[in-house]
């Protein structure tokens, strides 16, 4: 169905071929009306009111409450009930409905079934029974959420019980989750420049600094993974493609109460993981601490096939590198915390984390040199002994406080931040020249670099007239990074690839929001400003300051047509600023021909971002984006500029990018026993720009289709199927060739379900592999790496202690992950 035809007959227009101009005009169109400023035949909704109580006793609050269809019992929309047992729900008018409620404990209770008429309807009070099942012993928790939660702004994976996740590390599981690849950089529907929070703390890295410490935190400590495409004002406008939010895991048990889990894998190489969790809940406080050991080997083999033009005296020449790096990674991660309810309405929290990783690498590489006749020119052989230590850690202080006893009530967020991530790297590089025959040479490095980041940030919330809400809020970052680099040939000093480099960021924000709305719109309109100053300095001379004001608007209505449909259009600029590695020019070598060097001349990127989503049945969902990116960031590969044959792997700015994406998105259940969530990307990317003497104009379409099948099986078993393709897409001057992968896990709980076992199969048919090409003006490089991608894993975990929850749900545990959304902001 085209969008077009659910508009006034006056207002519809192409989407597809229009100019800018016209596609600003036409968002600026369907704003109006989806604001109900231009006149549409869409339905409203009706309330349907009532209370919760358990029969002459108390109301029951934090209720379940559910609106079904009177015709087959399928949920419409669920609400908890607040502190006064109320609650609210909204249908469509006209319609037969059924209402439930359900508390754990307690047995449900049903509504006669009714018309909802368009005022709305007050029903009477749902009476709750204790449960005789429960009655006389302990209440155990065994609900599983849903793989995949769609919520009004985002997509939410809850990774932490997906049988998939046993074994793995974040950067897997990331790499699984619906439009999102790692391959050359974390990307979120075909479009790179994220912003990556890991429990609300932004992470300050990019690239193989990265994917080193993505690699480095364990899948057992990750609870869900939010994917957010078009965030709002309150959240930093860094990150043009929008926002991924990794949650850790915190038991909610009340009591004392932990897990221990295990797990080995083995692909051509072991992979070891172990960890402990302890968490202490009271009804006012609460206290948590985990750490996971992990001890992974890896390999990484690469082929290069390079073509040189004549230069600078030079000949042309053909190369081909082959090679093969081993990594050994031991990792230590811990996290300690505690929340405390310093009165009804204020909760303060603090939290202490670690993540310490060691990585060895030895990587042998064999060089061949070709004439342009086929006859050799050059052959030798490297051996790179590199050994990486990164001690991270991170400290938060938080406090919460709601000025009156409603969850409509003004709220005040206070929070801080410090982090420090340290990088000491020693390389000790032999070469060996064959033909022709030289003396061996050593290249040793010695390399260090140490990045704080501190950040305050203050937020307040309050409702206004009419069911809106103002929202405010400060934020200051500063960001500070030292780095030396050096290097001695056969015990000589190298001067000219020794050096220090100092980078300094400091980002002041200030944003105000409003959101509100009726029974069948939603609105929110922000503006974020963003006062930036960043210095570099190269061996203690300032290589450049950049200062700049910019000012970020966002704005998001949500229109239900009636039942079925539903409308959703949001809009916003975003920001991305080069970080530290990508401005820090010094070298880190990977063999004797390849390096990779910052820029220190890179700017920010900026881009403008327009989504239009429509919902059918509340279920299957259709986004269509359009993105224009002005001097996008890309990674490129080039000869190095001091002569020679090596080359250099860095970052530039092109002019343009523009992008448009249509991403599809369906929750189907084939059968009881099967759920599938299917999500195709369907995106077109057009570059332009120059390097190096080249003209950049290339566009091309691309795709990424993942599903992922659920099975419920005999004796208790769960099974999942996850397969994912990727076609061939470009990013700048690179070429990526399709690729794909298919993973198979299996779960099991027993003793009472204390315990799980998890066995899984990742990429079966050992199709990951990426195939790349870059092609320039007298130089082009085309590589293959395969990693060690199919593994099997059997993966334990045993939880012990109190299950218990309590009847009547207290609200530390939704203030606490208000408090994480609101860090992340």
């Given at each position: 169905m085209r969008i077009s035809y659910l508009l006034p007959a006056w207002s519809r227009v192409e989407l597809l071929g229009a100019r800018p101009g016209r596609l600003a005009a036409f968002a600026l169109l369907l704003l109006l009306w989806l604001a109900g400023l231009v006149p549409a035949r869409a339905q409203g909704k009706a309330a349907v009111r009532g209370t919760v109580a358990t029969g002459p006793g108390p109301v029951v609050e934090f209720a379940t409450v559910t609106l079904h269809r009177a015709a087959d019992s399928v949920v419409v929309k669920t609400e908890f009930s607040d502190e006064k047992g109320s609650f609210r729900l909204e249908g469509a008018p006209g319609?037969?409905?059924?209402?439930?409620?359900?508390?754990?404990?307690?047995?449900?209770?049903?509504?006669?079934?009714?018309?909802?008429?368009?005022?709305?309807?007050?029903?009477?009070?749902?009476?709750?029974?204790?449960?005789?099942?429960?009655?006389?012993?302990?209440?155990?928790?065994?609900?599983?959420?849903?793989?995949?939660e769609h919520q009004a702004d985002r997509t939410v994976v809850n990774v932490a019980d997906s049988p998939l996740s046993a074994g793995a590390t974040a950067l897997d599981v990331l790499n699984r989750a619906p439009g999102v690849t790692t391959e050359t950089g974390v990307a979120l529907r075909g479009r790179q420049g994220v912003l990556l929070v890991v429990d609300g703390k932004r992470v300050p890295l990019s690239g193989?600094?990265?994917?080193?410490?993505?690699?480095?935190?364990?899948?057992?400590?990750?609870?869900?993974?939010?994917?957010?495409?078009?965030?709002?004002?309150?959240?930093?406008?860094?990150?043009?493609?929008?926002?991924?939010?990794?949650?850790?895991?915190?038991?909610?048990?009340?009591?004392?109460?932990?897990?221990?889990?295990?797990?080995?894998?083995?692909?051509?190489?072991?992979?070891?993981?172990?960890?402990?969790?302890?968490?202490?809940?009271?009804?006012?406080?609460?206290?948590?601490?985990?750490?996971?050991?992990?001890?992974?080997?890896?390999?990484?083999?690469?082929?290069?096939?390079?073509?040189?033009?004549?230069?600078?005296?030079?000949?042309?020449?053909?190369?081909?590198?082959?090679?093969?790096?081993?990594?050994?990674?031991?990792?230590?991660?811990?996290?300690?915390?505690?929340?405390?309810?310093?009165?009804?309405?204020?909760?303060?929290?603090?939290?202490?984390?670690?993540?310490?990783?060691?990585?060895?690498?030895?990587?042998?590489?064999?060089?061949?040199?070709?004439?342009?006749?086929?006859?050799?020119?050059?052959?030798?052989q490297s051996l790179a002994a590199q050994g990486i230590n990164r001690p991270n850690g991170s400290a938060n202080l938080n406090l919460r406080h709601v000025f009156a006893d409603s969850a409509a009530a003004a709220s005040l967020t206070a929070d801080a931040d410090y982090a420090r991530y340290s990088t000491t790297r020693s390389l000790d590089l032999y070469t060996n020249y064959e033909e022709p025959a030289l003396p061996t040479s050593l290249l040793t490095g010695d390399q260090r670099n140490d990045l704080s980041i501190g950040a305050l940030k203050l937020d307040y919330s309050r409702p206004l007239p009419y069911r809106s809400r103002l929202e405010m809020g400060l934020k200051s970052t500063r960001v500070v990074s030292g780095n030396v680099a050096l290097f001695f040939n056969n015990g000589t000093y190298q001067p000219n690839i020794s050096n220090n480099f100092?980078?300094?960021?400091?980002?002041?924000?200030?944003?105000?929001?409003?959101?509100?709305?009726?029974?069948?719109?939603?609105?929110?309109?922000?503006?974020?400003?963003?006062?930036?100053?960043?210095?570099?300095?190269?061996?203690?001379?300032?290589?450049?300051?950049?200062?700049?004001?910019?000012?970020?608007?966002?704005?998001?209505?949500?229109?239900?047509?009636?039942?079925?449909?539903?409308?959703?259009?949001?809009?916003?600029?975003?920001?991305?600023?080069?970080?530290?590695?990508?401005?820090?020019?010094?070298?880190?070598?990977?063999?004797?021909?390849?390096?990779?060097?910052?820029?220190?001349?890179?700017v920010a990127q900026t881009s403008y971002n327009v989504d239009l989503t429509h919902t059918y049945r509340q279920k299957f969902i259709a986004a269509l984006t359009y993105?224009?990116?002005?001097?996008?960031?890309?990674?490129?590969?080039?000869?190095?500029?001091?002569?020679?044959?090596?080359?250099?792997?860095?970052?530039?700015?092109?002019?343009?990018?523009?992008?448009?994406?249509?991403?599809?998105?369906?929750?189907?259940?084939?059968?009881?026993?099967?759920?599938?969530?299917?999500?195709?990307?369907?995106?077109?990317?057009?570059?332009?720009?120059?390097?190096?003497?080249?003209?950049?104009?290339?566009?091309?379409?691309?795709?990424?289709?993942?599903?992922?099948?659920?099975?419920?099986?005999?004796?208790?078993?769960?099974?999942?199927?996850?397969?994912?393709?990727?076609?061939?897409?470009?990013?700048?001057?690179?070429?990526?060739?399709?690729?794909?992968?298919?993973?198979?896990?299996?779960?099991?709980?027993?003793?009472?379900?204390?315990?799980?076992?998890?066995?899984?199969?990742?990429?079966?048919?050992?199709?990951?592999p990426g195939r790349f090409t870059s092609v320039y003006t007298g130089f082009s490089e085309s590589f293959l790496q395969r990693q060690d991608t199919r593994v099997a894993t059997a993966a334990f975990t045993y939880r012990f202690g109190s299950s218990k929850v309590a009847a009547a749900r207290k609200r530390m545990a939704g203030a606490e992950d208000e408090l994480r959304r609101a860090a992340s902001q």
């Open positions: 319609g037969r409905y059924v209402v439930s409620a359900a508390q754990v404990g307690l047995r449900r209770a049903w509504s006669a079934p009714f018309a909802l008429a368009p005022a709305g309807i007050a029903l009477p009070a749902l009476v709750l029974e204790v449960s005789q099942a429960t009655a006389l012993k302990e209440v155990t928790v065994t609900a599983r959420k849903p793989l995949f193989a600094e990265l994917a080193d410490y993505l690699r480095a935190l364990p899948a057992e400590q990750l609870q869900s993974i939010e994917l957010i495409t078009n965030p709002p004002a309150q959240y930093d406008a860094q990150g043009g493609a929008g926002v991924i939010a990794i949650n850790l895991k915190k038991d909610q048990r009340l009591g004392t109460n932990g897990s221990a889990n295990v797990s080995y894998g083995r692909g051509e190489y072991g992979k070891f993981t172990t960890g402990l969790a302890l968490n202490h809940r009271r009804k006012n406080t609460n206290f948590y601490g985990t750490y996971t050991y992990a001890n992974r080997n890896d390999f990484v083999r690469q082929e290069f096939y390079r073509q040189y033009g004549a230069a600078a005296g030079l000949p042309a020449v053909n190369s081909t590198v082959t090679g093969k790096r081993v990594l050994n990674l031991h990792s230590h991660s811990a996290r300690l915390g505690a929340d405390v309810n310093l009165s009804k309405r204020t909760l303060a929290g603090v939290s202490l984390t670690g993540l310490f990783s060691e990585t060895t690498t030895n990587n042998d590489t064999r060089t061949q040199f070709t004439d342009e006749l086929g006859g050799p020119a050059g052959r030798y100092d980078y300094y960021e400091n980002v002041n924000a200030a944003y105000a929001a409003v959101r509100g709305g009726s029974a069948s719109t939603r609105f929110q309109a922000g503006l974020r400003a963003e006062q930036a100053t960043i210095r570099t300095t190269l061996a203690g001379e300032e290589m450049r300051e950049q200062q700049y004001l910019q000012w970020f608007p966002t704005a998001s209505v949500q229109r239900t047509l009636n039942a079925r449909h539903a409308l959703a259009l949001t809009a916003g600029r975003r920001v991305d600023r080069p970080n530290y590695g990508q401005l820090n020019p010094l070298r880190a070598y990977v063999d004797a021909v390849s390096y990779r060097s910052g820029n220190p001349y890179l993105a224009h990116t002005h001097l996008p960031i890309i990674t490129t590969v080039q000869p190095a500029p001091d002569g020679g044959r090596q080359v250099v792997n860095r970052d530039v700015n092109l002019s343009t990018q523009q992008y448009l994406a249509l991403t599809l998105t369906a929750p189907l259940e084939p059968a009881k026993w099967w759920t599938l969530y299917a999500n195709g990307v369907f995106y077109y990317s057009r570059f332009q720009g120059e390097l190096a003497g080249t003209v950049l104009d290339r566009q091309q379409p691309a795709c990424q289709l993942s599903a992922n099948n659920t099975f419920s099986l005999p004796h208790g078993w769960t099974a999942e199927l996850n397969g994912t393709f990727q076609s061939g897409e470009i990013w700048g001057f690179e070429q990526g060739r399709p690729r794909e992968q298919v993973l198979v896990g299996f779960q099991r709980s027993f003793w009472a379900k204390q315990a799980t076992l998890r066995l899984n199969v990742a990429d079966v048919f050992y199709t990951a």
